[in-house]
């Protein structure tokens, strides 16, 4: 390898431990988010001209890889057995989440189906990314081989929008939910509160991870996540082509899953972080492939379209909401987590001023990380 693309792939692993480290010191940053930081900083790196010619090769290299590897390493830290005795307001949030992304996605698919090319992949990474944000939202386009624009300027806009979400949840989104729902009726015991604090630090905090005790685990787990995407590429070659890519995502869910219940791996610290990590250069790279100036060919029905997607699935989950009984927070709480994903459950539930929330959220958000891949695949090539 070409001294300009060994500096190039190590500037993309790099800079996310930069935007980490950075974001744990400025709370500005933080507010911004690692994703949406490196999604800036690479579409500068890629427009600027600075890059080598044919550094294509291995920035493709460099996305075919980090998500099918993240995806285990996420799912990892899922907790099944939990999930299925959570409270009946929790498994109804997230159902009822579920329904209302699949509804509005399917409705907005045969609304704007004459406006927008390759329609039935933005209804597949809608799915993906509003019942488990990025990682699944990046699964798909790996599964369902999306163009590098298509793909940036889905997320852009679904960024954008999650901005103005997360504003309105952040300021006054309690206040009007409250109008239509009930109020979380608190819990007050020391055993909860000591869950949420250790569950919070588990799912956010990247300190220690280089730590001998917690860092050569890592490294057996990222060990056991590229096995796992060597078998199931070598399953998917018994298959026709068409289909190998979006059976190696089920079947790297699959396994993420099930390794989930062995206890040696799931006790290894830092495995949702290694895997966000990964995520982040995606994010970065990804970015850095798309030109800006081809951006504006694609329609703004697609704006409409993802537009639809957020706040229409957030009507239908209230009014279903309603008709179940579920409170305010305990809604605010999983759909903050379906669309943006559980690092941001602990932000949103100190805009609550609910810390018993916290644990209802990140359940919700990884439970959705393991069923939005299924649903994204599946509802894709159905409006095929």
């Known amino acids: 390898m070409d001294t ?28 911004i988010g690692a994703v949406l930081i490196c999604y800036g900083v690479g579409l500068i ?29 996420i799912l990892f830290s899922v907790d099944v057995r939990s999930w299925f005795k959570m409270a009946r307001s929790a498994f109804l949030a997230l159902a009822t989440g579920l329904i209302s992304v699949l509804i509005i996605v399917i409705i907005g698919f045969f609304i704007f189906r004459n406006d927008i090319e390759n329609i039935w992949q933005v209804a597949g990474m809608l799915v993906g990314v509003y019942t488990g944000g990025t990682p699944n939202m990046a699964a798909m386009k790996t599964a369902l081989n999306v163009s590098q624009e298509l793909y940036i300027m889905t997320h852009t806009y679904d960024l954008t929008l999650g901005a103005i979400y997360l504003v309105f949840i952040l300021s ?22 000591v869950a949420e604090m250790n569950t919070e630090e588990e799912f956010e905090s990247y300190d220690g991870m280089l730590k001998k005790k917690t860092f050569f685990p890592l490294i057996g787990a990222f060990g056991i996540s590229v096995a796992i995407l060597g078998v199931s590429y070598g399953i998917s070659l018994l298959l026709p082509k068409y289909y190998q890519t979006a059976v190696v995502i089920l079947l790297i869910t699959s396994f993420g899953i099930a390794f989930s219940f062995v206890p040696k791996i799931k006790a290894i610290k830092k495995t949702f972080q290694l895997g966000m990590y990964l995520i982040l250069i995606f994010c970065l790279t990804v970015a850095s492939m798309a030109d800006i100036s081809k951006l504006s060919n ?47 459950v602990p932000v949103v539930a100190g805009a609550l001023k609910n810390r018993q929330v916290i644990l209802t959220g990140l359940v919700v958000g990884i439970a959705g990380y393991a069923v939005g891949n299924y649903l994204g695949v599946i509802v894709a090539y159905l409006l095929k």
């Open 4 to 31: 300009p693309f060994l500096a190039l792939i190590i500037l993309f692993v790099i800079t996310p431990v930069l935007v980490i480290y950075l974001e744990g010191k400025f709370s500005i940053l933080k507010k």
């Open 45 to 73: 790196i890629g427009n600027m001209g600075v890059l080598p010619d044919g550094a294509g090769k291995y920035q493709n290299m460099l996305t075919e890889i980090t998500i099918p590897l993240s995806l285990p390493l």
């Open 172 to 193: 006054i989104g309690q206040k009007v939910f409250l109008w239509f729902l009930p109020p979380f009726k608190p819990v007050k015991t020391e055993d909860t509160a």
């Open 298 to 344: 694609i329609s703004f029905s697609l704006f409409y379209y993802v537009a639809l997607a957020v706040y229409g699935s957030h009507i239908i989950h209230i009014a279903l909401a309603r008709i179940f009984k579920i409170d305010a927070d305990t809604v605010i709480i999983s759909t903050s987590a379906l669309i943006c994903s559980p690092p941001f």
